[in-house]
């Protein structure tokens, strides 16, 4: 799907981006969800990890968590504002590649983590 953003490289700052972005409700919609998504996950990731506290999770780890999903369910709440369905299936904006943003950050730090483990037991 083709956005105002779609093409060459542009140079534009936050300002003019989210000017363009609430322009258009399906745009800002799909901003939105992909923003919720991002957030979600990074909610679910800490989630996931917690168990290496061995049941002494740290406070700052579960508010930074409790924000993680409410910044999701904010989010996606103020789809419902621009009068459209929250729930409704929709793309995500930059495609694939937003929702494969934190699935390709992991690959990349754990080939990180892989590599300086290696290094370090070499030694």
Not at 10 to 18: P, Q, R
Not at 24 to 35: K, Y
Request: with cysteine.
């Amino acid at each position: 799907m083709k956005t105002p953003f779609s093409g060459p490289l542009l140079k534009l700052n936050l300002d003019d981006i989210l000017k363009v972005v609430v322009q258009d409700h399906s745009l800002h919609s799909r901003w939105l969800l992909t923003l919720s998504y991002l957030e979600n996950c990074g909610a679910r990731k800490i989630s996931e990890f917690q168990s290496i506290f061995k049941g002494q999770v740290p406070l700052s780890i579960l508010q930074h968590a409790w924000e993680e999903s409410r910044h999701a369910f904010f989010m996606k709440k103020q789809i419902s504002k621009l009068e459209q369905d929250p729930d409704k299936k929709r793309d995500f904006l930059g495609g694939t590649k937003a929702k494969n943003l934190l699935y390709l950050l992991d690959v990349k730090i754990l080939k990180l983590l892989k590599e300086n483990y290696v290094r370090k037991k070499e030694e």
